[in-house]
């Protein structure tokens, strides 16, 4: 297993965590702190920090992916070779492709010369 493979999987698992927390969340400040105590005096465990912790999870998580995403790009198996491309090799060794003239045109764009009438 590559060490490339091992970042991918890594960022699919923080990926699906991070979507997660987010759905948890609610934007208008309901979500998984409100069904807890409702908002009001009554705090039923530090239900009022839920929804700082869901926050700052939000933020590690994503900071966390693209940290991995930045390492993977090193991480990234480049092979051994040239940096060339073999298209570009092909390319320039082939011969151009010159139209071949007939004995029926002339100077005068590519029209027969039709002098027998």
Known sequence: MSTFTIFLALIVVVAFLLVVVIMVQNPKGGGLSSSFGGGGTQQLG?????????D????TLATL???????S?????????DAESKA????????????????????NGGVANDSAQ
């Open 46 to 54: 530090g239900v009022k920090k839920t929804t700082d912790f869901l």
């Open 88 to 107: 570009i090799d092909d390319v320039n060794t082939e011969q151009p492709v010159v139209p071949a003239t007939t004995p029926d045109q002339t100077d």
């Open 65 to 71: 992916m693209l940290v991995l995403i930045l390492l």
């Open 73 to 81: 790009n090193v991480a990234i198996n480049r092979g051994s070779g």
């Open 56 to 59: 700052k999870s939000t933020w």
